[in-house]
């Protein structure tokens, strides 16, 4: 059911993933614009996972339960897998030793009703560095545990755990 | 056809024209009513008045469907607008909101500011 479109690069996936359908996967592997809330900058290079997911309308008071579920899938795929403590910066960031590790971005697309949703994510998987400004507040899987990651594995494993999770509200 | 009609001294453009599923539009000096020639409301004899007209054909109002602070906006007075087309996003519970016109028409008036904080139902936009 669920679709993966892969792109080496683009703008953001969230703003491409517009013009598809529902249940699918956009997977980047650069952004040249990404973006979290009111337009803030996410920082997208080479080596991090960014991938964003369109699902169909949903109830409107059932909104904010797709970023919760999200940040829940993301969190879960990091302790399955890693020897890390994800804490889950309710709705929608998750950090590893109080550095933010991955950002979570749902956009609604809302007439009378909602018309589908986005789901964006933002891992800092294998990202070695950062710039300044960010260097004390962000942080990376790579740099937690001192090796690389299989993003294929890590971003298959969320969509797998969110699209079990989102079928009980979709 | 326009026809220009007048009553107590006072000109009216009138242009009747047919719709979709039946329906009648009836354009009075700009602005539109819509009648349905299927609907089953009685007509009562008497003075009509314009508000009479609006209560079938209530203004195209965009409201807020959440609580939240409006964060960006794409559409200015006057402006022609399609349907599905972007009019402005409303920052809520740490979602990113776009709000899409249903319907082409005209914006009449913007009743908000970027930035400004809005109640669920508050009218943020209203058509033409």
Known sequence: MISIKRFKKISSTNEKAKGFKPWTVLVAEEQDSGYGRKGSQWFSPKGGLYFSLVLPKSDIHDLQTLTVLTGFAVAKTIKDNFKLEPLIKLPNDVLINGKKVCGILTENIIGKEVKFSVIGIGLNTNTSSFPPDLRESATSLKLELKKEVNNEKIMKEIVSQLENQLKTII | ?128
């Open chain 2, 1 to 128: 056809m326009t026809l220009k009609i007048t009553i107590k001294g006072k000109e009216y453009a009138v242009d009747i024209s047919e719709e979709h599923g039946g329906k009648t539009k009836v354009k009075l000096n700009g602005r539109e009513f819509i009648f349905d020639s299927n609907s089953k409301e009685t007509i009562t004899e008497g003075p009509l008045r314009i508000s009479d007209f609006d209560s079938k054909n209530p203004e195209k109002e965009i409201k807020a469907p959440l609580n939240g602070t409006i964060s960006e906006i794409f559409v200015k007075e006057k402006d022609e607008i399609k349907k599905g087309q972007k009019m402005l996003t409303l920052s809520a519970m740490k979602m990113e909101n776009e709000i899409v016109s249903e319907a082409n028409g005209k914006i009449k008036k913007i009743s908000v500011q970027k930035g400004q904080s809005v109640k669920e139902g508050d009218v943020l936009i209203s058509l033409l």
